[in-house]
């Protein structure tokens, strides 16, 4: 279908003044007005619609009649341009947007756009604590042990620490280690990691000392009188109310830990212990492929 005449209005040369057709501008009015949006941000949406709208004319099709394939074809041209996902997926943001305010306004009849998937962003890595910073939130809560004497959380919490730093283990494996996972006689540790695949990790001396501490003093204080279920009986680590520890308790613990330890609590979390234990490894010589197992990376590539 050829593009009507408001579509197939003619272009000036500066592109930010470029016409677009008629309701898509009406689109924009309603964004600068209505959602307060600022020149800036009203700009990119005219750009990442005019590079839409001459897509589409390229196909001798209108935004107005425009169908998922058109879409699907345009997110594809933008892929093959070499663009960074973040990039395309802003661009076809624009062009939801548009045709989603459309159709609901009755503008346009369908939303053409609603199925169509963007790249997915790559996660960005957690950034890497350092060895000192590892250091003083061990340190801190080696301290509380010896101030607390036998608190039974100042010894969970210090073998949580070991096991998680240690291994690099993740916080659902650790969540989930049991009695018949972990032989500190041999120090190995048996985790199911995901999609339930079993891996053996080694523990150090400092988790297996710390585990062992734990086990014989501080987990039978926390021991109830009777088990909600065999899993809690059977859990290594126990939350304080005698149940298995779970990722949000584990959470907790990191959060209070870094505070005593005088760390900003947006530094410390499960994965970033694990994110630094690979880190730590790796800089001190380890082979790839190892840290690559003991983490239980499919593939090196997301070790590296």
Partial sequence: MLPSAADSAQQPDNPEQAALPLDVEEFLIHLQVEKGRSPLTISAYRRDLLRYSTFLADRSCAMSSATPADVAAYAGSLRQAGLAASSVTRMLASVRSSHRWLAAEGIYSGDPALMVESPRLPEPLPKALSEEQVMLLLDSVEQAVVTAESDPFALRDRALLEVLYGTGTRVSEVCGIGFGDIDLEGALLRVMGKRSKER?????RHAVRTVAAWLDEGRPQLVPRLWRTRDDADAVFLGSKGSRLTRQGVYLVL???ALAAGLS??????????????????DNGADIRTVQEMLGHASVSTTQ
Avoid at 200 to 204: A, K, R, S
Avoid at 265 to 282: G, Q
Wanted: proline share 8%; aromatic share 0%; glycine share 4%.
């Fill in 200 to 204: 053996i990790v080694p523990l150090g």
């Fill in 265 to 282: 609590t947006s530094l410390i979390s499960p994965h970033v212990l694990r994110h630094s234990c690979a880190t730590h490894l790796l």
């Fill in 255 to 257: 959060q209070k830990r």
